[in-house]
């Protein structure tokens, strides 16, 4: 006799704390298929995702499904049956998606379309898509020199308006320099979001650079933490990096231990300065207190001279 066979069967459900939008990734990248192919499955109609499994099969298929983000079941199959009845033939159901002799994790044998990309497309200006760790870097050394040229252009803008009318160059110049920085925090936020898109957080999350303390760590993890290698509920993965993405992350990279060494120096130079002043202010406090207490004690000698003067008896002379 042989052994009991087994189908996986799926109507839709999904796992709690499942978005669907996830789990139709996860499926997509699961058969290698057109995510408008994987919306077919979730019309709530049971469909049979595979067929004639051994019970080890049917759990290891069902773990990957579950994997995926997907509430999916094993039921056993229909045993076959002879009978000398007449039967009318039928069509094999439309639902049934894959045969015993695909492999476990076959796209279904409806049309599927077009595949889906491997890669997102690239934008700057959106918080939409996903960046890795290095062009993170790249970007926002491209940032930081375009802010640093547009500095410059300002400040020699408004020094020559200033020249006929110091008012209106400062005027000018306070205008141009707040645009200059909303269009800096705009940029920062949309490069920040997209690579908390790749690590599969909430675009959110950037509000905790707001949070004292925390702000001095977290963008280090944006720095530090690899991204998800898959399609995450924010998109396909990022393309592969180019090599002027990774000669401008190696500059940045490069860049950062001279912009601290050179914090490090003006903080102690300021430090230095402060304790010169602080011993030059001791200095002169314990000099003026030393010729405050050397006038007072010739006061108080000068006073005891002329109280001994006089206190003292005249003395008559012997006479001639």
């Known amino acids: 006799m042989s052994d009991n066979r087994f189908k996986i069967v799926f109507d839709g459900a999904l796992l709690p704390g499942v ?39 049917a759990d290891t298929y069902l ?22 009845d007449k039967t009318n033939e039928t069509a ?3 639902a049934d998606f894959a045969n015993p002799s695909a492999s476990p994790y076959a796209p279904p044998r409806a049309a599927v379309g077009d595949h889906t990309a491997e890669f997102s497309t690239l934008k700057v200006f959106t918080t939409h898509g996903r960046i890795g760790r290095l062009r993170y870097l790249a970007w926002t050394l491209v940032m930081s020199v375009a802010m640093l040229v547009a500095s410059g252009i300002i400040s020699t803008a408004s020094f020559a308006v200033a020249t006929a009318s110091p008012t209106a160059g400062t005027i000018l ?9 909303v269009a800096l925090v ?13 690590l599969g957080w909430s675009g959110w999350l950037y509000l905790l650079n707001l949070v004292p303390l925390v702000n001095s760590i977290f963008p280090l993890l944006l720095l530090v933490l690899p ?26 990279l490069a860049f950062i231990p001279v912009i601290l060494a050179i914090a490090l120096a003006l903080g102690m130079n300021g ?10 202010n001791r200095y002169e406090s ?22 001994a003067d006089d206190t003292a008896e005249p003395v008559d002379s012997p006479e001639q």
């Open 227 to 252: 991204g998800n290698t898959g399609a995450n509920q924010y998109g396909p993965p990022p393309p592969r990096n180019s090599k002027a993405v990774k000669v401008l992350a190696a500059l940045w």
């Open 271 to 280: 430090y230095f300065d402060q304790l010169e002043a602080n011993l030059g």
């Open 63 to 84: 773990l990957a499904l579950k994997n995926a983000g997907v509430d999916a079941r094993i039921e056993p199959e229909q045993p076959l049956t002879f009978s000398l």
């Open 19 to 57: 978005e669907s939008t996830t789990a139709k990734l996860n499926l997509a990248e699961l058969f290698k298929c057109d995510v408008q192919a994987i919306e077919r499955l979730f019309t709530g109609s049971t469909v049979a995702l595979k067929r004639d499994l051994s019970s080890a099969d």
């Open 286 to 307: 314990s000099s003026i207190t030393s010729d405050d207490a050397a006038d007072q004690s010739a006061n108080v000698d000068e006073e005891d001279v002329q109280s």
């Open 186 to 198: 705009c940029v920062s936020v949309q490069i920040g979001v997209q690579r908390l898109h790749d």
């Open 92 to 94: 094999p159901a439309a």
């Open 173 to 181: 110049g306070v205008l141009l320099g707040l645009a200059l920085f």
